[in-house]
């Protein structure tokens, strides 16, 4: 195409504006282009979930007391029948009752701790008090260990494979060795994360003597499930209403397999995710690929730029629970990713970025009874990956010449959450997260702290930056019939390039580290299908123009509302 003299230097033009991040006209961020978009869309894009829920501490069993009951000196307490805990540590934990005028319910209480120690171990046992003379004050205590004797499928589904539920679930279980309830346990729940399916067990009395069965029951959930939504999370230059919606079609091939399909449109972007997954083996490991793609054009305050761009993206996952429990868990996970970037303007081509991305990472959750309960969760994700620069425009030659993103690069995500019971409805949640960088990166890896779910008070995308810290602190209330008020403290800090050059910011004068803060209210509402979401909220202390072209307000509203379907 025949280039005139005119569109020569606008060219050279639009490759400094859309390029340098310390301009002026740009305040706090660059504009934005298909990897900043495309991390953005990706946060709207999530499949939604009800936000997690702490443990209640469990109340204390009282030890029965009835001053008519016919009592005994207790004066040796003898347990028979232990293999599995060594008896030295079940003697101490009766030890308290030697010396002791005991009921029989009092007895029966003190048998009882033994079958509660077993089970915080991981076993099933059976703890009695058999026929016996205590009126010498010796008491026997008996313990029946239980021992797995196999499993049946009591009931099953059309499309569910019930025999590789079976397997899966009594994976870690052999026959005439003691019934583990940490192994059961995470056989059914790692069956149970299977799309589509629901897998329940229940122990009877196993052929022999000390035996127990498990009677496994199959049940298929529903195949086609979905959700719709609407919300105000989108970018100012490519709309702030976003239309999103999501369908997924479970356990296709019956051994827990799922396509997931997800969209978001908005007034001038348009985005879609595709995601197959599928179980490898019966341990856990389960494989995802995933394709993505973005279209945009930018409008507002950035309409006579003719900006428009695209983005695909395509990729391969691995998870593996190490460890699976209702109370604790542990995923590791593994991944591989392209990502292409095409950003144009003025009818030109502008950049042509290509990433190639591999990840490692770990996440996990503890619930626990401390302070009457609460669960902790967090993870980390370390990156390694390749940005290349195809040379449009002297693109390449600018990002020499300026924040040298091009070539291999590393980073560090990782967050921190804890969610507290504070007893009458009133609970805490802090979070934390960050992101380390050893390189200046590219916009798509950048780590940003405006947006719904970061600083409240600021718009999406705003405050970006190679490195950054974020905490959260919140209040809730719960107000009953699904309602829920919150009062929340949002801070946070970036560091704009890992290595700055010469001059970054001669005309902006910008720092390369700042900090936002902002606090506001919030009101959740949670039906068994509905979510709502909606907060307001306002900056605290020095206030950056907004970075999304959007004029400063003092504050700022985000709501979201969404249907399962």
Known sequence: MHQTTHTQPLRMLLVVLLGLPSLPALSQSTVPDAGSLLRETERSLQVPRAAPQPQAAPAARPMPSDAKAARITVQQITIEGASLVPTAELDALVADRRGQSLSLAELEYTAQRIAEYYRARG?????????????????????????????????????????????????????????????????????????????????????????????????????????VGLNNYGVASTGRLQAVAGLALNNLSGGGDQLALRLLAAQDIRSGLARYSLPLGDSGLRLATQLSTLDYSLGGSYRDLQAEGKAHTGGLSLSYPLIRQAAHNLQLTAGYEHRRYDDDALGQ?????????????????????????????????????????????????????????????????WNLNRLQNLGSGWQVQAALSGQFAG???????????????????????????????????????????????????????????????????????????????????????????????????????????????????????????????
Do not use: C
């Open 123 to 227: 076993w099933y046992a059976r703890v009695f008090l058999p026929q016996q003379d205590v009126t010498e004050g010796n008491v026997r205590i008996h313990v029946l260990e239980g021992r797995y004797g196999g499993s049946t499928i009591a009931a099953q589904g059309q499309r569910a494979d019930a025999a590789k539920v079976q397997r899966m679930v009594t994976r870690s279980l052999q026959p005439g060795a003691p019934l583990s309830s940490a192994d059961l346990e995470r056989g059914l729940l790692i069956a149970n994360d299977l799309p589509g399916v629901r897998a329940t067990g229940l122990l009877q009395a196993g052929d022999q003597q000390g035996e127990t069965q498990l009677a496994l029951s199959v049940q298929d959930t529903p195949f086609v499930t979905g959700d």
């Open 439 to 565: 390189d200046n990166l590219g916009s798509s890896e950048r780590f940003t702290l405006g947006g719904p779910s970061q600083v409240r008070a600021y718009a999406v995308n705003e405050a970006s930056g190679d490195a950054g810290v974020l905490f959260k602190l919140e209040l809730q209330r719960e107000l009953g019939k699904g309602w829920q008020a919150t009062a929340f403290y949002d801070t946070g800090r970036i560091r704009q390039h890992h290595q700055p050059w010469t001059g970054w910011n001669a005309r902006s004068g910008q720092p390369n580290s700042y900090s936002l803060s902002g606090a506001g209210f919030g009101l959740n509402w949670r039906h068994p299908d509905w979510f709502l979401t909606a907060s307001l909220s306002t900056p605290i202390g020095r206030r950056p123009d907004q970075g999304d072209g959007a004029r400063p307000s003092g504050v700022r509203g985000w709501i979201s509302l969404t249907r399962l379907l």
């Open 349 to 413: 081509s502008l950049r042509r970025h290509r990433v190639n991305a591999a990840t490692l990472g770990v996440n996990g959750d503890v619930r626990d009874a401390f302070g009457g309960g609460g669960i902790t969760w967090g993870g980390a994700q370390l990156t390694h990956g390749r940005l290349g620069i195809r040379d449009i425009n002297n693109d390449r030659a600018v990002d020499a010449a300026t924040a040298r993103s091009a070539g291999g690069y590393q980073k560090l995500a």
